[in-house]
């Protein structure tokens, strides 16, 4: 049986009163919860890290960060370190969020950089990859899914690879006004994922969870989760409010008896 994962991307929004109401309520709805079928994790800002590891510290909820710089230590005002991020508890770091990529105009050679950091410091990476909505239009999706996992993966250390994950997360279908992808498109671009992660890494390719992520709400997330190479789902706003975040899980996940 598969391996699912699900989680959520606070963004900007939640401040440490805000975190720490929520993962009080996640983790008393989920006190009887562990599976070793499924793994849950939250993101949250980095100013409710420390509140939200302390909070997490005996819940099987695993704390991601949103972003990370790709050196240790260095002058570089402003940035956050691995070695930090790893003080405060964090075990998983996104990079690349779309929002990164696209406002912060971050490259991929710069994420290729965080990502073998993270993978050196056995941070788990969840590298975000996913095309906008003209590469969409132009049918060059794939080949825009293609350059980013072989540029931001580049050199990625073979015996780290249990550690990697990677969400697709359509440029388009992200946010307030994203438009919530076909089911079949986007298992189509899974598929494409998965057939690039092979030539890259060959069977261990198989065996890196891809993950979706654009506007996943409670009536569209079945319809993901039946597409084959779809192993779990990273929701932004549906989940942002412990009682949502919980009963997504229950749904999707307890009737499979994860
Ligand atoms: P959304 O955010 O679910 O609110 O579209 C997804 C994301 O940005 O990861």
Redesign the pocket.
């Known amino acids: 049986m598969k391996h699912y994962y699900f989680g ?2 606070m ?1 900007m929004y939640k401040t440490t009163k805000n975190t720490s109401d929520f993962l009080t309520g996640l983790t008393g709805l989920l006190h009887d919860f562990h599976s070793d079928k499924l793994t849950l994790f939250v993101i949250p800002s980095y100013t409710s890290l420390e509140a939200a590891s302390h909070i997490l510290k005996e819940s099987p909820v695993l704390l991601g960060a949103q972003n990370m710089h790709w050196e240790e230590e260095g002058q570089f005002s402003g940035e956050i370190s691995v070695k930090m991020l790893k003080d405060l508890g964090v075990s998983m770091v996104m990079i690349g ?3 990164r990529r696209h406002i912060f105009n971050e490259a991929d050679s710069d994420l290729n950089k965080k990502v073998l950091c993270a993978a050196s410091h056995d941070m788990i990476p969840l590298l ?1 990859i996913g095309e906008t909505k003209r590469e969409k239009d132009t049918g060059v999706s794939d080949e825009i899914l293609r350059m980013q996992l072989k540029q931001d993966l580049y050199n990625f250390p073979k015996d780290k690879l249990k550690n990697l994950r990677i ?1 697709y ?1 359509p440029v388009w ?4 006004s ?1 438009i919530p992808a076909p089911a079949a498109y986007v298992g189509e671009r899974h598929k494409a994922m998965r057939k690039c992660l092979k030539e890259l890494f060959g069977e261990s390719g198989s065996r890196i969870p891809l993950l979706f ?5 409670p009536q569209n997330a079945p319809e993901y989760l039946k597409e084959t190479e779809v192993d779990g789902l ?6 942002w409010d412990a009682e949502n975040y919980y009963d997504m899980v229950k749904t999707l996940f307890f009737s499979r008896n994860l």
């Not at 279908?173 to 307030?176: F, H, L, Q, R, Y």
């Not at 992520?213 to 709400?217: A, F, I, L, T």
């Not at 990273?234 to 989940?239: H, K, L, P, T």
């Open positions: 959520t991307n963004k969020h779309s929002e975000c969400a997360e279908a992200i946010g307030v994203g992520g654009g506007s996943v709400n990273f929701v932004g706003r549906s989940a």
